[in-house]
């Protein structure tokens, strides 16, 4: 089993953290994985994507043609990625910052607004990690378990960062219920 996710936004939204967030999931699941990050030529506001692979078998190729899934934060990252999910799978889109004309009829695109959730909590740059819990239900391989896991790692130099970010995975899958 596998599950190939394209991330993907403007730097400073938190893409290659959402990355790592699944790849640390992974790797604490014991499973195959490739992470590959992708920076635009600026950093905060540039264009920033990764592709995340998880697989109980060995991962034969780096290269996403065809993803299960993604999270796209805002339009330009909309129209770059949408065409790469596979028929029948997922797309997580922001739509505080991606208004869709034209969607694809053959995956399920799931319009959630992140920013204005993210808002709701008090911290908008966590608006990534209620797209995350928007997608996890998706996924195969790794659960909310896992991914509380991998976060407990990622902010142990800033524990206060874990609550905020738990409580916007959790806003996330509330949505999608």
Known sequence: MMDKVILAGFGGQGVMFLGKVLAYAGMGSDLELCWIP????????????????????????????????????????????????KP??????????????????DIN???????????????????NMVCLGALLPSLNLVDFPKIEKAMEKLTSKRPQTLASNVEAINKGIEFVK
Do not use: Q, W
């Open 38 to 85: 992708s920076y635009g030529p600026e950093m905060r506001g540039g264009t920033a994507n990764c592709s995340v692979i998880l697989s109980d078998e060995e991962i034969h190729s780096p290269v996403i043609d065809k993803a299960d899934g993604a999270i796209v934060l805002n339009k330009p990252a909309y129209e770059k990625f949408a065409p790469r999910i």
């Open 109 to 127: 695109i799931v319009e959630i607004p992140a920013t204005e959730i993210a808002n709701e909590l008090g911290n908008s740059s966590i608006a």
């Open 88 to 105: 029948g799978g997922v797309l997580i889109v922001n739509s505080s910052l991606a208004k869709i004309e034209n969607p694809r009829t």
